[in-house]
T-cell receptor, first 112, second 115 residues
Framework: AQSVTQLGSHVSVSEGALVLLRCNYS??????LFWYVQYPNQGLQLLLK??????LVKGINGFEAEFKKSETSFHLTKPSAHMSDAAEYFC??????????FGSGTRLSIRP | GEEVAQTPKHLVRGEGQKAKLYCAPI?????VFWYQQVLKNEFKFLIS????????ETGMPKERFSAKCLPNSPCSLEIQATKLEDSAVYFC?????????????FGPGTRLTVL
């Protein structure tokens, strides 16, 4: 069975600090991996995705994630946090063309 | 259209009443998905369609939930006899089948409140 685990339901960092949101997945077949962001009272916006090829994936707003098969991880990072990054972040796994399985989300707070 | 459209934005129903939600996928997308988000974090997959055919309905509470995607009409998700626990945001997403890519594009959601 496929599953996604996000470590830490809430992460708080200072403005300008490194952002690291952790995601591990469980899958018997190569998955497609995604990070979505959800701002308050809004829908989901795709930050980045991994399907095949280069394991370091760059997304919007300065975010990137690295697919590590040996660790079954897909952690999200951003070198320097901005106040506007405060939101809920969801890691997700999918298998064409089936449903997306979401992690439980990590709320990112940015301290001034 | 270029975005997934969902209507209404908000829906309030008394317990036991019917609720019907609509979704217009991006033009050209063959797959439509419905998700339920409760408590602002947990997403639950409900059902998916390939064109007008049900593709995967493993998440649907079949007693009260039903869904359709008919040609030339918005897709719909209907809840008969709503219960308090149905209060949630319902998201629709669509995707096109391209080998190696299963990006789903999400609509803004419909917030259902059952009183």
């Amino acid at each position: 069975a496929q599953s996604v685990t996000q470590l830490g339901s809430h992460v708080s960092v200072s403005e300008g600090a490194l952002v690291l949101l952790r995601c591990n997945y469980s899958s018997s077949v190569p998955p497609y991996l995604f990070w979505y962001v959800q701002y308050p009272n809004q829908g989901l916006q795709l930050l980045l995705k991994y399907t095949t090829g280069a394991t370091l994936v760059k997304g919007i707003n300065g975010f990137e994630a690295e697919f590590k098969k040996s660790e079954t991880s897909f952690h999200l990072t951003k070198p320097s946090a901005h106040m506007s990054d405060a939101a809920e972040y969801f890691c997700a796994v999918s298998f064409i063309p089936s449903k997306i399985i979401f992690g439980s989300g990590t709320r990112l707070s940015i301290r001034p | 259209g270029e975005e997934v459209a969902q209507t209404p934005k908000h829906l309030v129903r008394g317990e036991g009443q019917k609720a019907k939600l609509y979704c217009a996928p991006i033009k050209g997308h063959s797959y439509v998905f419905w998700y339920q988000q409760v408590l602002k974090n947990e997403f639950k997959f409900l059902i998916s369609f390939q064109n007008e055919n049900v593709f995967d309905e493993t998440g649907m509470p079949k007693e009260r939930f039903s869904a359709k995607c008919l040609p030339n009409s918005p897709c719909s998700l209907e809840i008969q006899a709503t219960k308090l626990e149905d209060s949630a945001v319902y998201f629709c997403a669509s995707s096109h089948r391209v080998p190696g890519d299963n990006e789903q594009f999400f609509g803004p959601g419909t917030r259902l409140t059952v009183l």
